[in-house]
Nanobody
Framework: EVQLVESGGGLVQAGGSLRLSCAVS????????MGWFHQAPGKGREGVLC????????TYANSAKGRFTISSDKAKNMVYLQMNSLKPEDTGVYYC?????????????????WGQGTQVTVSS
């Protein structure tokens, strides 16, 4: 059984930082493109960052550039999202997901496995 379990969410003031973790089991992080998605209140889920299984390269949504970083630890089968300079508009549920596609993918339909999400609330 494949499981992705996010943790690390919470309440933070604008300008603060959070580090989200995604514990992966049932698949190997190094064999899948891994992504983080954000779902703001009342809105759809959107891709934020992705890390390629092929070469570890990453891609970012414009909203994340310069502030968020994705990384993975293949030995621990973990994926991380470091979020700095948080803004109120970053509020929402953050999901970790795994895609079997080679390379960088940001589309929801390209992801096969999803976590249950972790809530991030940024106060102004």
């Amino acid at each position: 059984e494949v499981q992705l379990v996010e943790s690390g969410g919470g309440l933070v003031q604008a300008g603060g930082s959070l580090r989200l973790s995604c514990a992966v089991s049932g698949i190997t992080v190094g064999d899948y493109a891994m992504g983080w998605f954000h779902q703001a209140p009342g809105k759809g889920r959107e891709g934020v960052l992705c890390i390629s299984s092929r070469d570890g390269t990453t891609t970012y949504a414009n909203s994340a550039k310069g502030r968020f970083t994705i990384s993975s630890d293949k030995a621990k089968n973990m994926v991380y999202l470091q979020m700095n300079s948080l803004k109120p508009e970053d509020t929402g549920v953050y999901y970790c997901a795994a895609s079997p596609y080679d390379g960088l993918v940001m589309g929801l339909s390209e992801y096969e496995y999803w976590g249950q999400g972790t809530q991030v609330t940024v106060s102004s």
